[in-house]
């Protein structure tokens, strides 16, 4: 069964920090795709990774794929209260189904 | 555009009773997800339909059926609801055929079974 780790469960920090988030496997996926929910509403796909080692960038949000596409990371710059929310990632297997973690639940104190 | 419309927004359901969730989507896209939402569980794909006339199991399908009625509309059906299926329920959908695709989804449907 393919789990997906995601660490910490819950992260609290000041405006201004920086800050990563991790997803881990023991698993390969063929992609890995970030979301962001907030209260009350469905996730958003933030940023989709595919290839082993890809970093990407999404203003002040970086995302990494690791080498053996088992695990990637995202990071915040300079954290804003706009940040605040459930952060998911979602690992697609080779044989094209998607599991989720179970998420990263961040607060950005003003 | 409304993107992915769910309704009803909550329910509350008696143990045994049934119901539909109804979801639809305005982006022309060939496939339908169904997914439920628990408290330290994550997001959980019950069904999905990669295309009108097909649907298959996802990780959790068991006390579910679904029909995709047309390119638009994809329903989630309890027959005869347990405590247990207490959950938020997302519905989604992405333009291609692979979970791969981006999904885009609705705003859930908030179902509590006594």
């Known amino acids: 069964t393919q789990l997906l780790e995601q660490s910490p469960q819950f992260l609290s920090i000041q405006e201004g920090e920086n800050l990563t988030v991790y997803c881990n496997s023991s698993?390969?996926?063929?992609?890995l795709q970030w979301y962001r929910q907030e209260p009350g509403e469905g996730p958003v796909l933030l940023v989709t990774v595919v290839t082993g080692g890809e970093v990407k960038k999404l203003k002040r949000l970086t995302f990494q794929f690791g080498d053996a596409r088992k695990d990637s990371s995202l990071h915040i710059t300079a954290a804003q209260p706009g940040d605040t929310g459930l952060y998911l990632c979602?690992?697609?297997?080779?044989?094209?189904?998607?599991?989720f973690g179970k998420g990263t639940r961040l607060h950005i104190l003003p | 555009n409304a993107g992915v419309t769910q309704t009803p927004k909550f329910q509350v359901l008696k143990t045994g009773q049934s119901m539909t969730l109804q979801c639809a989507q305005d982006?022309?896209?060939?496939?339908m997800y169904w997914y439920r939402q628990d408290p330290g569980m994550g997001l959980r794909l019950i069904y999905y339909s990669a295309s009108e006339g097909t649907t298959d199991k996802g990780e959790v399908p068991n006390g579910y059926n679904v029909s995709r009625l047309n390119k638009r509309e994809f329903s989630l059906r309890l027959e005869s609801a347990a405590p247990s299926q207490t959950s938020v329920y997302f519905c989604a959908s992405s333009e291609g055929t692979g979970v791969s695709e981006t999904q885009y989804f609705g705003p859930g449907t908030r179902l509590l079974v006594l």
């Open positions: 979602a690992g697609v297997g080779r044989d094209d189904k998607i599991i």
């Open positions: 982006m022309n896209h060939n496939s």
């Open positions: 698993s390969v996926f063929s992609s």
